[in-house]
């Protein structure tokens, strides 16, 4: 991204602050229905700061500097979505695999699944709750559950839409079943089953928060549930911006992740 297309992506941003802030200012909103972002920005850095004063005896300084409110819950949504993420495609990817591998196995299990997927892991919070408890369990397979239908139906299409002329060349070169499944089956569908991880790991992101919500007395859906009590627009709407920019990371980098390993089906491998 050059210069100028960052200056000309965060014109409308920071255009909405400017309108945001002097509406506020003006009184149009109340303060604690919406206030300014001035507001929000100290209250998000307070977030930032250390609660205590620093005690090297007892703890490292890079511990201390994270000890904040905000670090802790943002390191706990975090590695929730991290965990549940990683469970998600560790079920997902071996079962889309072999769903788009056998036909028999397709026909069987796909049914199933089609029934399934429709239903929003939001709607399993009871259950989850009943299953596993409080604490993370219940977050953690609710993000899982979040992060398994789209790498899966990603999966499946990505192994059943490979080109048969590919599988047509490598048997009549004499590859065999897992030459075929390992140089042209799994290259062809990676960038599938990639787009599928970006998905889910989006939709981890949607459902840890509403998880937090429910099930667990830390993290950004917590916090943000506990600013609704007291009426802390500004805790609120910090917590929503803190949860956006983590989002936006973590999709940048799965990005770049993407075009890395895809440089060769993009032309770009040197």
């Known amino acids: 991204m050059t210069r100028l297309s960052a200056f000309r992506g965060a014109l409308l941003p920071v255009g909405l602050l400017i309108v945001w802030e002097i509406a506020s200012r003006a009184g149009l909103f109340s303060a604690v229905v919406l206030p300014p972002p001035s507001a929000v920005a100290a209250r998000w850095f307070a977030s930032l700061l250390p609660a205590l004063p620093h005690d090297p005896a007892n703890q490292s300084y890079a511990a201390w500097l994270l000890s904040g409110e905000l670090p802790h819950d943002a390191v706990a949504s975090l590695s929730r979505v991290l965990a549940g993420f990683a469970i998600g495609v560790g079920l997902a990817l071996p079962i889309g695999l072999l769903m788009g591998t056998s036909d028999r196995l397709y026909g069987l299990v796909n049914p199933l699944l089609q029934i399934l997927r429709p239903i ?151």
């Open 120 to 270: 929003p892991p939001i709607a399993y919070i009871p259950l989850a709750i009943v299953w596993f408890g409080l604490g993370n369990p219940p977050a953690l397979f609710l993000i899982a559950l979040g992060t398994f239908f789209p790498v899966l139906v990603n999966t499946v299409a990505g192994v059943r839409q490979v080109d048969s002329i590919y599988v047509r060349a490598a048997r009549n070169l004499g590859a065999n079943s897992w030459t075929m499944f390992r140089r042209v089956i799994l290259p062809a569908a990676s960038p599938f089953v990639l787009a599928g991880m970006r998905i889910g790991i989006g939709t981890a992101f949607i459902v840890v928060i509403v998880a937090e919500m429910i099930a667990v007395s830390d993290g950004l859906g917590y916090r943000i549930l506990e600013a609704r009590e007291y009426m802390w627009s500004d805790k609120i709407i910090g917590g929503m911006l803190t949860i956006g920019v983590l989002g936006l990371v973590i999709d940048g980098a799965m990005s770049r992740f993407n075009d890395h390993l895809l440089r060769w089906h993009r032309g770009l491998e040197r």
